[in-house]
């Protein structure tokens, strides 16, 4: 696995340890790479559903959950606020959506559904310290809600890319208008999801 390197736009430059003061909690991309994050099988059809649904723009994180067979059982996304630098900052918006659109899996002893993160910004699909502290709370947030860790997906200008897996695309991007998923060519029926807007029935796009 390969990983590019950015400074974050949002990072300042006084550094304590090597890394900024209040960026603390981030998962470096070996510690990520390490992590063991299943991959998925249809990113693109993932990433399609999820930019169709919530037409995420920089700023917008969407997190999402799927069941054992990959479909979307519940996802919400909210804009990242200014103050929000830290993981544990990043962990607890993370949480408390997750909350409201799904209930916790703690009582289970092996997690059985896979939470994703689709994360809009500016910048390339280089990773950043921003992109770290997002891994590390995506991955604490999974633990306290009884789920698996699952992929972290960065959007841009220049497309999508799955941080750690090295498949991306050029479509969708930030600046790429939303397909309408219920008016797509070839799309299958999944059960209802439940988003942060109420349960909304979600069609799922076969591409590959």
């Known amino acids: 696995m390969t990983f590019g390197f950015a400074s974050s736009a949002a990072a300042p430059t006084g550094r304590a340890g090597g890394r900024p003061s209040h960026l603390v909690r981030i998962l ?5 790479a390490a992590a063991g994050i299943p991959l998925l099988r249809s ?3 993932i990433v399609g559903g999820l930019h169709s649904r919530h037409r995420p723009v920089p700023g917008t994180a969407v997190v ?5 067979e990959e479909r979307l059982v519940a996802s919400a996304s909210f804009a990242r606020r200014a103050a929000q630098e830290d993981g544990w900052e990043f962990r607890n918006a993370l949480l408390a959506h997750l909350r409201r659109v799904i209930p916790h899996d703690l009582r289970r002893r092996t997690p059985v ?11 390339d699909e280089r990773w950043t310290e921003e992109d770290g502290a997002w891994m590390w709370g995506l991955r ?4 306290l809600h009884g789920l698996r860790c699952g992929a972290y997906i960065t959007l841009t200008a220049g497309g999508w890319q799955v941080l750690g897996e090295g498949r991306g695309g050029r479509r969708p991007n930030s600046r790429s208008a939303p397909v309408d998923l219920a008016s797509s060519a070839g799309h299958a029926t999944t059960p209802p999801a439940r988003s942060g807007g109420g349960p909304v029935a979600l069609h799922r796009t076969a591409a590959r």
């Open 28 to 32: 470096e991309p070996s510690e990520w």
């Open 43 to 45: 990113p693109r059809e």
């Open 64 to 68: 999402a959950v799927l069941d054992p």
């Open 113 to 123: 559904r896979t939470a994703v993160l689709l994360y809009c910004r500016e910048g």
């Open 140 to 143: 604490d947030a999974c633990t």
